[in-house]
T-cell receptor, first 113, second 113 residues
Framework: TQLLEQSPQFLSIQEGENLTVYCNSSSVFSSLQWYRQEPGEGPVLLVT?????EVKKLKRLTFQFGDARKDSSLHITAAQTGDTGLYLCAGARYGGSQGNLIFGKGTKLSVKP | EPEVTQTPSHQVTQMGQEVILRCVPI?????FYWYRQILGQKVEFLVS????????KSEIFDDQFSVERPDGSNFTLKIRSTKLEDSAMYFC???????????FGDGTRLSIL
């Protein structure tokens, strides 16, 4: 069974601080998505990373896919209160043709003013 | 921006009854998915659907479950003889092509009494 372990599970920081969320697995993924989920809503796609070693930036968010395509990280610079939410990583199985996603448990981020 | 829509947003049903959860995927998308999220747990894959047939299903998706694309726009999940443990958020997702990420609806909260 493929698992995606996300850490930390909870993170509470002050506005302006930097943070990194990790997503790790012993399995290889063909791609990895990061989603943000608000209470009562579905996951909203932030980014997809496909190539080992790939780095993508979305304003203050930097996403990296590990060289071996087994892990990924999300780094937020100068966090703002609007960044508060649940961040999910989800991997598409390598060799899986239909792309069903395996999700991590999520990191619940709270940014305090 | 086009989005995946799900109805109803909340469904309350007596144990043993049948429920149908409805989804309208994004119009030009070809791959369709159902996931569920039990309260406090991670999002889990149920089934993928392509070219009018199930392409992959998880061990959760047993004979109690079925999916259908009755017309060109709707994608439904039927749960026969619901059980208490079927209570969860059910998310529909779709994507345009195999290389594209999945986009999620806001989910249906299913409560079995």
């Amino acid at each position: 069974t493929q698992l995606l372990e996300q850490s930390p599970q909870f993170l509470s920081i002050q506005e302006g601080e930097n943070l990194t969320v990790y997503c790790n697995s012993s399995s290889v993924f063909s791609s990895l998505q990061w989603y943000r989920q608000e209470p009562g809503e579905g996951p909203v796609l932030l980014v997809t990373v496909v190539t080992g070693g790939e780095v993508k930036k979305l304003k203050r968010l930097t996403f990296q896919f590990g060289d071996a395509r087994k892990d990924s990280s999300l780094h937020i610079t100068a966090a703002q209160t609007g960044d508060t939410g649940l961040y999910l990583c989800a991997g598409a199985r390598y060799g899986g043709s239909q792309g069903n996603l395996i999700f991590g448990k999520g990191t619940k981020l709270s940014v305090k003013p | 921006e086009p989005e995946v829509t799900q109805t109803p947003s909340h469904q309350v049903t007596q144990m043993g009854q049948e429920v149908i959860l409805r989804c309208v995927p994004i119009s030009n998308h070809l791959y369709f998915y159902w996931y569920r999220q039990i309260l406090g747990q991670k999002v889990e894959f149920l089934v993928s659907f392509y070219n009018n047939e199930i392409s992959e299903k998880s061990e959760i998706f047993d004979d109690q479950f079925s999916v259908e694309r009755p017309d060109g726009s709707n994608f439904t999940l039927k749960i026969r003889s619901t059980k208490l443990e079927d209570s969860a958020m059910y998310f529909c997702a779709s994507r345009e092509r195999a290389s594209q990420p999945q986009h999620f609806g806001d989910g249906t909260r299913l409560s079995i009494l």
